[in-house]
């Protein structure tokens, strides 16, 4: 479904992405991992068309979206929540999660059933509508993020660590929506630090190191990798760039076990 081939970007000092290799099949969730500045969001930016890719190539159904306007990238079905959340405080829930509907403004009809559609997956939207968006929680207002990006139907969602900062309580409703998009067949392409919640999720894994796919498999030969498992799931779980910052090791007994709901 997506397929990124040879993608080369930056922010103009040099390259961030080197040579980027990825493809997510429909109806997956892949969980993209690596080191803080392995260049995991600037991926995602370069699908959504925030970031032209410099070199490369990358297709949705086989058609070349590199370098296409985000908007027309929305349009065909690619819906990214960001890493820097962005939420407007000062408005209701409701019309924050209406905003994700903007190129659907005029079909009032395909407006209202979207919204409805929503409200179903995501109850926190129909029963904290009026409130604030100020006023939620840190996972209420994750999942009021992504129910924003469902109002256009997506076929592929690109998550930017929607764990960060969450506490165990939103670490399980980040966890339980993400599998619920899983079920619903939508193909999700997530961002992960906390590597074992986002690898318990997903059915692949790629870990990035210094803008390039280092390693691509099903979640669990990622999780099993040896390598893998000493870096990012065992002795160096310490060093904060590795794990949620929401969780420091020495507060819990498992900096990473995905929550059960
Ligand atoms: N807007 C920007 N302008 C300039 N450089 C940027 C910008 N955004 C990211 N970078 C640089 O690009 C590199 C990769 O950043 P990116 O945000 O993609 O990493 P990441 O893997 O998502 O890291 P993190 O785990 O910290 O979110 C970093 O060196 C970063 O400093
Ligand atoms: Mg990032």
Same mark, same amino acid.
């Given at each position: 479904?997506? =397929?990124?081939?040879?993608? !080369?970007?930056?922010y @103009?000092?040099?390259? !961030? ?9 429909? %109806?997956?969730?892949?969980?993209l !991992?690596?080191?803080? @500045?392995?260049g995991k969001s600037t991926v995602l930016r370069v699908i959504s068309g925030l970031l ?14 590199? /370098?296409?306007?985000p908007d027309?990238i929305l349009? %065909?079905?690619i819906a990214q929540v960001p890493q820097s959340h962005a939420l407007f405080p000062?408005?209701?829930? =409701?019309?924050n999660v209406?905003m994700g509907?903007y ?16 409200? =179903? %997956? ?11 968006a100020? &006023?939620?929680?840190g996972?209420?207002r994750r999942m009021v993020e992504i129910a924003r990006c469902l109002m256009l139907?997506p076929?592929l969602v690109l998550l930017d660590e929607p764990s960060l900062g ?8 980040v ?5 619920? #998009? @899983? ?5 999700v392409l997530l961002v992960e630090q &906390?590597?074992? $919640? /986002? ?14 796919? %280092? #390693?691509? /498999?099903?979640?669990?030969? !990622?999780?099993? &990798?040896?390598?893998?498992?000493? $870096? ?5 779980? @310490? ?23």
């Amino acid at each position: 479904m997506l =397929q990124l081939k040879a993608v !080369v970007a930056g922010y @103009g000092g040099g390259s !961030v992405l080197r040579g980027v290799d990825l493809e997510c099949a429909e %109806r997956t969730i892949t969980c993209l !991992v690596g080191p803080n @500045g392995a260049g995991k969001s600037t991926v995602l930016r370069v699908i959504s068309g925030l970031l032209v890719p410099t070199e490369g190539e990358i297709r949705m159904d086989g058609e070349p979206i590199g /370098g296409r306007a985000p908007d027309e990238i929305l349009r %065909r079905g690619i819906a990214q929540v960001p890493q820097s959340h962005a939420l407007f405080p000062a408005m209701s829930v =409701q019309e924050n999660v209406l905003m994700g509907g903007y190129l659907i403004r005029r079909d009032k009809k395909l407006l209202r059933e979207r919204l409805d559609q929503v409200k =179903q %997956r995501l109850p926190i939207v129909a029963e904290r509508a009026r409130d604030h968006a100020g &006023n939620l929680s840190g996972g209420q207002r994750r999942m009021v993020e992504i129910a924003r990006c469902l109002m256009l139907d997506p076929r592929l969602v690109l998550l930017d660590e929607p764990s960060l900062g969450l506490d165990p309580r939103g670490l399980a409703g980040v966890a339980e929506v993400v599998q619920d #998009l @899983g079920r619903a067949g939508t193909t999700v392409l997530l961002v992960e630090q &906390n590597v074992r $919640l /986002g690898l318990g999720l997903a059915t692949h894994g790629v870990v990035m190191e210094g803008g390039k796919v %280092r #390693l691509t /498999g099903t979640a669990a030969a !990622v999780r099993d &990798n040896p390598e893998i498992a000493s $870096l990012y799931l065992g002795g160096k779980v @310490g060093d904060p760039s590795w794990t949620s910052e929401s969780r420091p090791p020495s507060s819990t007994g498992d900096p990473g076990s995905p929550p059960t709901a």
